[in-house]
Nanobody, 120 residues
Framework: QVQLVESGGGLVQAGGSLRLSCAAS???????????MGWYRQAPGKQRELVAV???????NSADSVKGRFTISRDYAKKAVYLQMNSLKPEDTAVYFC???????????WGQGTQVTVSS
């Protein structure tokens, strides 16, 4: 099993920046098997959606709505993933979830979520 712990959410004005962090821990065999880490978000009344994910090979998949504003990065040695969010907009307001998986088709592990609120 793998546990994911997020940090870095909060309240920011439109145009501001936040940096989210997520650290993975658990059994060494489960951690080694992780291929993809990244971020999803869920706004009130909406479905959870992909924000950005990054594979072990360095491939990034991100939502069009965040391209040019959000940057995902990983520390492979620490089993951590980060999301630098710049030029934040009110529509970015959501609970952001860290995710880790072996398979791109389904997420194996979820963090507890961290709230990001962008005021206009």
């Amino acid at each position: 099993q793998v546990q994911l712990v997020e940090s870095g959410g909060g309240l920011v004005q439109a145009g501001g920046s936040l940096r989210l962090s997520c650290a993975a821990s658990g059994s060494i065999f489960s951690l080694i098997a992780i291929e993809i880490m990244g971020w999803y978000r869920q706004a009130p009344g909406k479905q959870r959606e992909l924000v950005a994910v990054l594979t072990n090979g360095g491939t990034v998949n991100s939502a069009d709505s965040v391209k040019g504003r959000f940057t995902i990065s990983r520390d492979y040695a620490k089993k951590a993933v980060y999301l630098q969010m710049n030029s934040l907009k009110p529509e970015d307001t959501a609970v952001y979830f860290c995710a880790a998986t072996r398979d791109p088709m389904v997420v194996d592990y979820w963090g507890q979520g961290t709230q990001v609120t962008v005021s206009s």
